[in-house]
C-alpha cells in the first residue's frame, strides 16, 4: 500500500497546516509505504520570486524534517525533482476534457471573481493527478479542499485505462481528521490568506505577541463561558497537555478569570510543544548537506518508481522513446 500526498511550498507552515495535515502525514508515515513531496510547481501558480520559492522550498523541507518526517520510513522529495511527472502530465492531458477542469474549484473561484487565470491553474488539477499516478499510489491523504481534485485523479486514470489498456493503479483520498480546523488569531480559519496565522517556527518572542493580541469576546470576566466554542480555548487545547486542558475547560465553566491569563498560559503552552520541533529545526538546518542528502535519496527512490509507470504509459499510447525497451 502507496500512500502519497504533497504539500505547496507557498509559505512558512502555520498551526492550521500542522494540525490539519502535516501531523495526520506523520503519523501514517508508520503504517504505510509512504511518499511525501514538496509541490514546488504547483506553488509556481502563485509564488513568482524565484528565491522565495527557493526558500520556501527548502524550509518546507526543514520543517517537514523537524515535526518528525523521518526519512527512515517515508520518501521526501520535491516534485520538480521527478521530470516524468511533467511528461505524464502531458499524456494525461491530451484526455482531459476542458469541461471536467472548468468544473475545478481553483478556476472556478479566479474566474468568478473576474480575475483572469492562467492555464497553469486551469490545469493544475492534472498535474496533481500526475503526481499521483507516476507512484502508483493506492491511498492519497488530503484535507477536504482537495477531494474534487482526486475525483479528476480517478476520472483521468479511469478514461486513459479505458483507452490504453490498465495502465494506472486507481488511488482512493483519505480524508484528514477535518474536526481539527485550526482557529486564526481572529477567529476565523486560519489561512495565509486571511493573515491570521501563528506560525509553526516564528521567533517565539514575536509569537507570544501575536498571541497577546488574538481577538476576545467582550463578555464579564465572572460569566460562566463554554470553552469548546471559544477560539483562545480552542488554541490552547491543541498544544496543552490533558491534564491542563481540563483545567482550563473547568476555569472557563466556572467564569471569573481574564483572558491575558488565558492568553499567558497558550504563549507558554506552544513553547513547550513546539520545543523539540524548534530544537531538531536547528540541528536540520545547521547540516544543509544531511538535508540534500535525504531530498536527493528522496527523489532517486520516487523517480524510479516514476519512471516505471511513465514507460507503462507511453508505451501504450505509442510515445515510448525508441530504443528505451
Ligand atoms: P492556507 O489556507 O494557509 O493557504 P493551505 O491551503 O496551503 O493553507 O493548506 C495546506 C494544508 O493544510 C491543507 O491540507 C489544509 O487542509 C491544511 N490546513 C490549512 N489551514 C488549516 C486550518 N486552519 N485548519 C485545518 N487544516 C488546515
Ligand atoms: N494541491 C495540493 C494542495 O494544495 C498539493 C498537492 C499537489 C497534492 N500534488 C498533490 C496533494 C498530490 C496530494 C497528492 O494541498
Not at 17 to 41: S, T
Not at 311 to 320: L, Y
Request: with cysteine; proline share 4%; charged share 25%.
Amino acid at each position: 500500500m502507496r500512500v502519497l500526498s504533497g504539500i505547496q511550498p507557498t509559505g512558512r507552515f502555520h498551526w492550521g497546516n500542522y494540525f490539519g495535515a502535516i501531523n495526520q502525514y506523520i503519523e501514517l508515515q508508520h503504517e504505510d509505504a509512504a511518499f511525501y513531496f514538496i509541490a514546488n510547481l504547483h506553488a509556481l501558480t502563485t509564488v513568482r520570486d524565484p528565491e522565495v520559492l527557493q526558500q520556501y522550498t527548502r524550509d518546507a523541507a526543514i520543517d517537514l524534517l523537524a515535526l518528525g518526517l523521518d526519512p527512515e520510513h517515508a520518501v521526501l522529495f520535491v516534485q520538480s525533482d521527478i521530470p516524468e511527472v511533467s511528461e505524464l502530465t502531458w499524456l494525461l492531458l491530451t484526455g482531459t476534457p476542458m469541461g471536467l477542469l472548468e468544473r475545478c474549484h481553483a478556476y472556478k473561484d479566479k474566474k468568478s471573481r473576474g480575475l483572469s487565470a492562467d492555464a497553469g491553474l486551469f490545469n493544475y488539477p492534472v498535474l496533481m493527478a500526475a503526481d499521483i499516478l507516476a507512484y502508483d499510489s493506492d491511498t492519497v491523504p488530503v484535507g477536504a479542499d482537495q477531494l474534487q481534485h482526486i475525483e479528476v485523479c480517478r476520472d483521468l486514470a479511469a478514461s486513459f485505462n479505458h483507452q490504453y489498456g490498465d495502465i494506472f493503479q486507481m488511488p482512493k483520498a483519505k480524508i484528514l481528521d477535518s474536526s481539527a480546523k485550526v482557529p486564526g488569531v481572529d477567529g476565523e480559519k486560519m489561512s495565509k490568506s486571511y493573515n491570521n496565522t501563528l506560525e509553526l517556527f516564528e521567533d517565539p518572542k514575536a509569537q507570544r505577541k501575536k498571541i497577546m493580541r488574538i481577538t476576545t469576546d467582550s463578555r464579564p470576566m465572572e460569566d460562566s463561558k463554554e470553552p469548546e466554542s471559544d477560539h483562545l480555548y480552542q488554541l490552547f487545547s491543541l498544544v496543552s497537555t490533558d491534564a491542563a486542558r481540563e483545567e482550563m475547560a473547568a476555569l472557563y465553566r466556572q467564569g471569573g478569570f481574564g483572558y491575558g491569563e488565558v492568553k499567558k498560559a497558550l504563549a507558554e503552552a506552544a513553547e513547550n510543544y513546539f520545543a523539540p520541533a524548534r530544537a531538531a529545526r536547528e540541528e536540520w538546518a545547521a547540516a544543509p548537506d544531511r538535508v540534500d542528502q535525504v531530498l536527493g535519496d528522496g527523489a532517486a527512490v520516487a523517480r524510479k518508481a516514476a519512471k516505471e509507470v511513465l514507460q507503462r504509459a507511453s508505451e501504450a499510447c505509442g510515445t515510448a522513446r525508441s530504443g528505451s525497451k
